[in-house]
């Protein structure tokens, strides 16, 4: 069922990701909208939403930790020389309206509002597209425009004094197993060597399932990849790994994030054969 809050995605007809675009949570999770659960063709899970372990973890979406200061993560803010810190920060992105709507996908307005001020205005455009029996892509864009007459930019805990954690852009939380996923690129493999590398796709294994990840414009590319497998499984792409992000006054940001959503565990070249063929103009 497709109501104008929660328009479902469908692959040859079949139902693969719910997109809330209004969702009823505590400020101190940064409202934001979501697609979960979002499933393979044969229908296994491959998202979750508020995890006991992460209860700000919301499937598939955009979060920032770190704008200007405002929270659009959720949880606890990284205070430098403090740690996690629970402070009254958080924003909120508040859906518009769809610009455009179908089955496959959908063009969504969004306004980033912090303390009463609307910081960031943002266009999203989200389609499913079908690869093979067993497999379809998700292709995921946002563009964010500062609209405040003053310079913005984004942060990350990295970028605030918390090495490693450059958490803070397209953000993926995975079904968690009790096995924990395999993550591998075309060169490396394991949480260690893969977290924060540059690599042009990146795939996640579960028992039945994998995700293939890769930045589909040149300046994604550039992102190095958060990554994490033991504690939980998620994988973002990083808009604030070294240094923060700066957005002039009306300049906009641009990412574009394609994800092969697979059933069964694929190898290397079964998950470049399939990003291949997603990414492909």
Request: glycine content about 10%.
């Amino acid at each position: 069922m497709t109501t104008n809050d929660t328009p479902v995605l469908r692959v040859a007809g079949r139902p693969v990701g719910r997109y809330v675009t209004r969702p009823e949570l505590p400020a101190r999770l940064s409202p934001r909208p979501y697609l979960h659960p979002v499933t393979t063709l044969a229908g296994t899970a491959v998202t979750e939403l508020s995890p006991a372990d992460h209860t700000h973890h919301l499937g598939v979406g955009v979060a920032v930790p770190d704008v200007e200061g405002s929270n659009f993560w959720g949880g606890r803010t990284y205070v430098r020389d403090q740690g996690p810190t629970e402070l009254d920060n958080h924003g909120a992105q508040r859906h518009t309206t769809f610009q455009l709507r179908d089955p496959d996908g959908f063009v969504e307005e969004l306004r980033w509002v912090a303390a009463g001020a609307e910081l960031l205005r943002e266009r999203r455009t989200v389609a499913a597209i079908e690869l093979t029996d067993t497999a379809w892509a998700l292709d995921f864009t946002f563009s964010l425009t500062n609209v405040t007459p003053d310079p913005l930019s984004i942060g990350s805990p990295a970028t605030n004094g918390r090495p490693g954690a450059a958490y803070g852009g397209f953000f993926w939380r995975a079904r968690k197993e009790h096995e924990a996923p395999q993550v591998f690129t075309a060169a490396t493999e394991g949480e260690t060597e893969v977290h924060g590398a540059r690599a042009d796709w990146l795939a996640l294994a579960g028992s039945t399932w994998t995700l293939v990840f890769a930045g589909a414009t040149e300046q994604t590319r550039r992102d190095p990849w958060f990554v994490r497998t033991a504690e939980y499984p998620g994988v973002g792409s990083s808009l604030a790994y070294e240094e923060r992000l700066p957005i002039p006054p009306g300049e906009t940001v641009v990412r574009r994030i394609v994800t092969v959503v697979a059933d069964g565990r694929l190898d290397r070249d079964g998950a470049a054969a399939l990003i291949r063929k997603a990414v492909s103009p």
